[in-house]
């Protein structure tokens, strides 16, 4: 079965680091770019992260760039998103998603997502 | 950035009857970077078109998508009762990929 299993997220204070994990299962990781979208309370979808199948490539969303970064383990088969300089409007549900060339890049997986809560 | 801009914001309907959810772009898509989601209370999204009218994986043909350019269109044919939902739609034409603010379909 195909499937992504986040790990991570919590409750953090302002200016605190938090890193969330996302195994991936079912398929070849390692030939597929992956993503990170998160919700705040209520809102609507944003895309946070990006990074191609190899790792060699990484693209954040400019609300991100310089305090979280994306990697990945493909011997692990495992995803990370590392987040510093934590704020307020950070606060929200992420959720770890495989991108698929094949379907325009569209995210066909999601996993099932992580509560992160910035706050004092 | 491209701007989505999803309509109505609400659509209330009953089961059985047809929905017409509406997704503009601020710049000109092409159709096969383009996708509709949906998401229900406590889930994560689900996809359900892309490349702007191919059905994913699983999906019912009840669903279908729409439109090229910067206007984009997800038809429900016949309402069933755990289609109400949110739905997103999302493009990847330019960087960043960006989603529109949703739609909730509520039953009427």
């Known amino acids: 079965e195909v499937q992504l299993l986040q790990s991570g997220g919590g409750l953090i204070q302002p200016g605190g680091s938090l890193r969330l994990s996302c195994a991936a299962s079912?398929?070849?990781?390692?030939?597929?770019?992956m993503s990170w979208v998160r919700q705040a309370p209520g809102k609507g979808l944003q895309w946070v992260s990006g990074?191609?199948?190899?790792?060699?490539?990484?693209h954040h969303a400019d609300s991100v760039k310089g305090r979280f970064t994306v990697s990945r383990d493909n011997s692990k088969n495992t995803l990370l998103l590392q987040m510093n300089s934590l704020r307020a409007e950070d606060t929200a549900t992420y959720y770890c998603?495989?991108?698929?060339?094949?379907?325009?890049?569209?995210?066909?997986?999601w996993g099932q997502g992580t509560t992160v809560i910035v706050s004092a | 950035e491209i701007v989505l801009t999803q309509s109505p914001g609400t659509l209330s309907l009953s089961p059985g009857e047809r929905a017409t959810l509406s997704c503009r772009a601020s710049?000109?898509?092409?159709?096969?970077?383009f996708a509709w989601y949906q998401q229900k209370p406590g889930q994560a999204p689900r996809l359900l078109i892309y490349?702007?009218?191919s059905r994913a994986a699983g999906i019912p043909d009840r669903f279908s998508g729409s439109g090229s350019g910067t206007d984009f269109t997800l038809t429900i044919s016949r309402l069933e009762p755990e289609d109400f939902a949110v739905y997103y739609c999302?493009?990847?034409?330019?960087?960043?990929?960006?989603f529109g603010q949703g739609t909730k379909l509520e039953i009427k």
């Open positions: 990074i191609s199948g190899s790792g060699g490539n990484t």
């Open positions: 710049q000109s898509v092409s159709s096969t970077y």
């Open positions: 079912g398929f070849s990781f390692s030939n597929y770019a």
């Open positions: 999302q493009q990847y034409a330019g960087s960043p990929r960006t």
């Open positions: 998603a495989k991108d698929d060339i094949r379907f325009g890049w569209a995210f066909d997986i």
């Open positions: 490349g702007a009218s």
